[in-house]
């Protein structure tokens, strides 16, 4: 038997509800993406060197904004009217993306929407790649916390995210 952050993923998802086919946890260092079928991994994948998509980055460009990730982000973004289209390509980017629009004058929650945005995008176009998303899908990891992301998932997708109860912790 093999002990891993992806078996470990899976084993709590499946624990939860064994009905789940699709993981998508984001933390703070990196990504994965995990299809199940009748509660057993078939396919995989992780992020590569990016990591424009995780939460520490997120975490980072908040900061930049003066803003909490954990008490303001999502409540900002929920706010916005007109999300800034920040592409999902890498941090370096992304980042110069972020600070050509707020000096262009982007309002602040424009900017954090158009982050949860940017975030989705870039892990469904550089993690997921084309791989099949489920219609149980569990969104996992500390980022599955800003409901600004998810509630981006949902729209990407159209279908419901779920976050299950200890997301923050199923990888462990």
């Known amino acids: 038997m093999v002990k891993n952050e992806i078996t470990a993923q899976a084993t709590a998802a499946v624990s939860i509800n064994k009905n789940v086919d699709t993981i998508f ?7 994965k993406y995990i299809s199940l079928k009748d509660g057993v991994i078939v396919d995989f994948e992780m992020n590569k060197a990016c990591a424009a998509g995780t939460g520490s980055f997120l975490e980072e460009q908040a900061e ?3 803003i909490s990730v954990k008490n303001e982000f999502a409540g900002c973004a929920f706010s916005s009217e007109t999300p800034c289209r920040l592409g999902e390509r890498c941090t370096v980017f992304m980042e110069n993306s972020l600070m050509a629009n707020l000096q262009r004058g982007a309002e602040k929650n424009d900017l954090l929407a158009g982050l949860a945005y940017s975030i989705v995008q870039n892990y ?6 084309g791989k099949p998303v489920g219609e149980n899908i569990f969104f996992q990891g500390g980022v599955a916390f800003n409901k600004s992301v998810v509630a981006a ?5 159209g279908t419901k995210i779920t976050v299950p109860p200890h997301h923050d912790v199923t990888g462990q």
């Open 153 to 157: 998932f949902e729209k990407h997708l």
């Open 124 to 129: 469904i176009n550089k993690v997921v790649t």
């Open 25 to 31: 946890e984001i933390g703070g260092q990196d990504s």
């Open 64 to 66: 930049k904004l003066d």
